[in-house]
């Protein structure tokens, strides 16, 4: 279902991928009443286009960059951020003083879901690979697991929220470590997963989704980056002709946080 709402049934919607992106504004249309030729700017675009030179978007997902911050950083905010920020925020109800245990903690959406827990004021549990042990925790993770030593779902600590951010362990797996009325949240959206977190008879819940930027999101994440609570972490940089590169080491799986496209 979100290869046809996000990307298309048979072929893409758009041959130019890409949603995120930072920039400044070169030109604005009559009706445009937030900017000005000149703005630093970032956002999203969810008519894709962001791997180019110029971009053509709306205002609605737009928004000033703060000056503190670099282009770079702000480009990679929007997609994983609001996915982070829904997951933990709209779907996975995290209080402060809440636990909450995110596995696929070094990748794009767990860096920042990570950062955006421990902002929540919540103790942070992340899961990840040998390699990112030291990563997560500079980003603010209270515990790491590493789960090719360790089984995460056998431990005696109960959590009061499961983010899964790769989709590697099932509901099933994950609901003995799940406290009384705890939620198990996946980025892994499909149909069967819906239906299944809604006939459950089970005080503890599953959500699967898919992230729908809104400007309020972009704000807090903004505000979050601004006062430096959140700080992307970028593995590779590549130029706009190395995009299938970039795609390539994508697909490999082992991204640590996220990667970038300068000009």
Do not use: W
């Not at 504004?25 to 110029?54: L, Q």
């Not at 990840?128 to 042990?133: F, G, I, M, V």
């Amino acid at each position: 279902m979100a290869r046809i709402v996000l990307g298309g049934l048979r072929k893409p919607k758009t041959k130019i991928l890409g949603y995120d992106f930072a920039g400044q504004v070169d030109e604005i249309g009559k009706e445009v009443s937030e900017f000005r030729p000149g703005d630093e700017v970032f956002g999203t675009n969810k008519g894709a286009g962001g791997f180019a030179e110029y971009l053509c978007t709306t205002q609605d997902l737009l928004l000033i960059k703060p000056p503190n911050v670099s282009f770079e950083d702000a480009a990679t905010v929007p997609a994983v951020g609001v996915t982070a920020l829904q997951g933990l925020q709209k779907h996975g109800k995290l209080q402060s003083g809440q636990n909450v245990l995110i596995n696929g903690a070094s990748g794009g959406v767990g860096t920042f879901a990570v950062q955006i827990a421990k902002s929540l004021g919540a103790t942070v549990t992340g899961v990840c690979s040998t390699t990112n042990l030291n990563m997560v925790r500079s980003i603010g993770a209270d515990e790491v697991i590493d789960y090719t030593k360790e089984d995460f779902t056998l431990k005696e600590e109960k959590f009061d929220l499961i983010f899964d951010t790769v989709a590697k362990r099932s509901f099933s797996d994950c609901k003995p470590i799940l406290k009384s009325n705890g939620r198990y949240v996946t980025t892994a959206f499909s149909l069967g997963l819906v239906l299944k977190g809604k006939l459950g008879r089970s005080d503890k819940k599953m959500i699967s989704y898919v992230a729908n930027p809104t400007k309020s999101d972009l704000i807090f994440l903004k505000d979050l980056l601004d006062a430096g609570k959140i700080k992307p972490v970028i593995d590779r940089r590549y130029t706009l002709e190395q995009v299938p590169d970039a795609i390539r080491y994508l697909e490999e799986g082992h991204v640590k946080g996220k990667l970038v496209i300068n000009l």
